[in-house]
């Protein structure tokens, strides 16, 4: 059974850095893209940063040389670095997997083809 497990969220001052993880079950990050969305209250979900082994790696242009994902193959886990947090990105954070072995970075965080998705993690950015 494929299953994603996200931890890592909470609170955090404005301009404060958090680390997420996502530990992934039933499945090898060796073969399928595997990334971060986040969904504020109203809004849509949104690709934040996915990441393939040996493929490219996509980052939203808003969080460009903040944020920071990467993966530790043996442990089957992803990580979300999130540095100089603002306000506007508090948000339940969710991790997700990719369908199919040929699901690239990219697609998976921008058109949004996903396979299977974690239960979410609050990120509150507040004074």
């Known amino acids: 059974q494929l299953q994603l497990v996200e931890s890592g969220g909470g609170l955090v001052q404005p301009g404060g850095s958090l680390r997420l993880s996502c530990v992934a079950s039933?499945?090898?990050?060796?073969?399928?893209?595997i990334g971060w969305f986040r969904q504020a209250p109203g809004k849509e979900r949104e690709g934040v940063s996915c990441?393939?082994?040996?493929?490219?790696?996509y980052y939203a242009e808003s969080v460009k040389g903040r944020f920071t994902i990467s993966m530790d193959n043996a442990k089957n886990t992803v990580f979300l670095q999130m540095n100089s947090l603002k306000p506007e990105e508090t948000a339940v954070y969710y991790c997700?997997?990719?369908?199919?072995?040929?699901?690239?970075?990219?697609?998976?965080?921008?058109?949004?083809?996903?396979?299977?998705w974690g239960q979410g993690t609050q990120v509150t950015v507040s004074s």
């Open positions: 990441i393939r082994r040996g493929g490219s790696t």
């Open positions: 039933g499945f090898t990050l060796d073969y399928y893209a």
């Open positions: 997700a997997a990719g369908p199919s072995r040929s699901t690239t970075s990219q697609r998976l965080c921008v058109s949004k083809d996903i396979g299977s």
